[in-house]
């Protein structure tokens, strides 16, 4: 495993890590991605990221990962700053045209490359910003769970 220190690259050479099946691992300052941290409490935390890149037959190459991190989110209801775990999956599909984009868009998330460049940061501040919750609560405001409710439904 490579050490937990090591940073993101920004951007990475697409045709290269398509030939190479390559992945990509390392972390990300949270303040690194303004219009991330536009949407929330604070710019604090670190983004942990992993990809890996790799060819199927008939289909356009897939970029898969995770990334984790924690974020400090605003409470929708009692306006308290709390942390939130994030855990979101990616799953790409590097296309070369807008052509090809739009033949894979009905069962993918195609990703098009442009100059040759996978802008990982980017990719991953637009995945992060699409796994937010809409409305943020604080576990004392989330509404209860549905295993919650049956289990007073059952201790009745
Ligand atoms: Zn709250």
Known sequence: ?????????????????????????????????????????????????????????????????????ELQLTCQRCLEIFDWPLQAKVDLRLVRSEAEEARWLQDYEPYLIEDDRLHLHEMVEDEVLLALPLSPRCAACAPPSDEAVADAVRNR
């Open 1 to 69: 495993m490579k050490p937990h220190a090591s940073q993101l690259p920004n951007y990475a050479p697409a045709e290269t890590a398509i030939q190479r099946e390559a992945q990509f691992t390392g972390a990300i300052l949270v303040e690194r991605l303004p219009r991330l941290v536009a949407s929330l409490a604070s710019a604090a935390g670190t983004l942990d990221v992993r990809f890996q890149v790799g060819n199927e037959i008939a289909r356009p190459p897939f970029l898969r990962g995770e990334i984790r991190g």
